[in-house]
């Protein structure tokens, strides 16, 4: 997980580029747009490596371990590629329509609200099942 969550940020980091010469007005574009491409990455990836860091005080199961990794993973370059294919098209992806690139922003953009959903979730879930089994063994 953390090696995604450092790759995602690096791709936040690459549309921070376009992000700049729209601002400058070197590249037509919408500032929001290419903003939001750029957050998503930067900080979808440091979700997924907070994440990681406190898979220690989760009591999971392996197969949950790999469903929340694979729903943060997910969720991660789902938004960040969907941000910037969107501020590359003019596209928006609130709604499943035409042009083909509004539906792939659609698309990347439903598959990372389960993502995030699931793996959120499951961090939640795991986090409070290993706060009850420290309370029980009467750990501080």
Known sequence: MLFHGVVVILLGLLAGIP??????????????AWRMAHLEGV?????????????????LSAQQQRWLARG??????????ASSVGASF???GLTPTLPLSNLFVFLLFTLAIVGVFLGLGLAAWGVRRWLQERAASGSS
């Open 43 to 59: 900080l979808n990836g440091l979700l997924v490596m907070a994440v990681a860091a406190a898979g220690g005080r989760m009591s």
């Open 72 to 81: 943060l993973i997910v969720a991660a370059y789902g938004n960040v590629v």
């Open 90 to 92: 003019g596209v928006r």
């Open 19 to 32: 992000f700049a010469f729209v601002i400058s007005g070197e590249l037509a574009g919408s500032v929001r």
